[in-house]
Antibody, heavy 119, light 106 residues
Framework: QVQLVQSGAEVKKPGASVKVSCKAS????????MHWVRQAPGQGLEWMGI????????SYAQKFKDRVTMTKDASTSTVYMELRSLRSEDTAVYYC????????????WGQGTLVTVSS | EIVLTQSPATLSLSPGERATLSCRAS??????LAWYQQKPGQAPRLLIY???KRTTGIPARFSGSGSGTDFTLTITSLEPEDFAVYYC????????FGGGTKVEIK
């Protein structure tokens, strides 16, 4: 069965960086794009960007394009999301989510990783 | 950026009642719209995509309709497990989500 397992919770200081991992299993890793979506406490969902695990090409939401990098390691079926220059407003649960066959909808989600930014 | 406005913010209903949730787009998204359900402490779950296509395993009581700028998610008879927050999402121009509708027990 399809599973996306994310790394554990992080606490970071303002200005630091965080790198969250998402390990995929149960399907052919390179056949499905992967997205990152975040959710601030008590708030809605916000799309951050997408990575093609086959070639590694990426596309980022305008809001994040200067601070985020998404990468992949096909040998371990893992995608990564690094967010730099963290501020308190970046406190959120970060999800990886698999694309439903290049349709830009999300059919499987990781369990989420809470990133807390606090001095 | 396409803004999705969901209404109402909260819907208070009893089990067995019909739920009608609305999602309005600031410009046409054709039928490139999905609906997700999210329960507390869980990741969202895809219910409907392309406005009206039900994902595998989603009960028939969930249905989606609409095109252009106005969309509806209907739950014909609420089950106890349906009380949750529902989000719409468009993929016509980049990707954005609506603010959510909470369906709560009356």
């Amino acid at each position: 069965q399809v599973q996306l397992v994310q790394s554990g919770a992080e606490v970071k200081k303002p200005g630091a960086s965080v790198k969250v991992s998402c390990k995929a299993s149960g399907y052919t890793f390179t056949n499905y794009y992967m997205h990152w979506v975040r959710q601030a406490p008590g708030q809605g969902l916000e799309w951050m960007g997408i990575i093609n695990p086959s070639g590694g090409s990426t596309s980022y939401a305008q809001k994040f394009k200067d601070r985020v990098t998404m990468t992949k390691d096909a040998s371990t079926s893992t995608v990564y999301m690094e967010l730099r220059s963290l501020r308190s407003e970046d406190t959120a649960v970060y999800y990886c989510a698999r694309d439903i066959a290049v349709a830009y909808y999300f059919d499987y989600w990781g369990q989420g990783t809470l990133v807390t930014v606090s001095s | 950026e396409i803004v999705l406005t969901q209404s109402p913010a909260t819907l208070s209903l009893s089990p067995g009642e019909r739920a009608t949730l609305s999602c309005r787009a600031s410009q046409s998204v054709s039928t490139y719209l999905a609906w997700y359900q999210q329960k507390p402490g869980q990741a969202p779950r895809l219910l409907i995509y392309d406005a009206s296509k039900r994902t595998t395993g989603i009960p028939a009581r969930f249905s989606g309709s609409g095109s252009g700028t106005d969309f509806t998610l209907t739950i014909t008879s609420l089950e106890p497990e349906d009380f949750a927050v529902y989000y719409c999402q468009q993929r016509s121009n980049w990707l954005t989500f609506g603010g959510g509708t909470k369906v709560e027990i009356k």
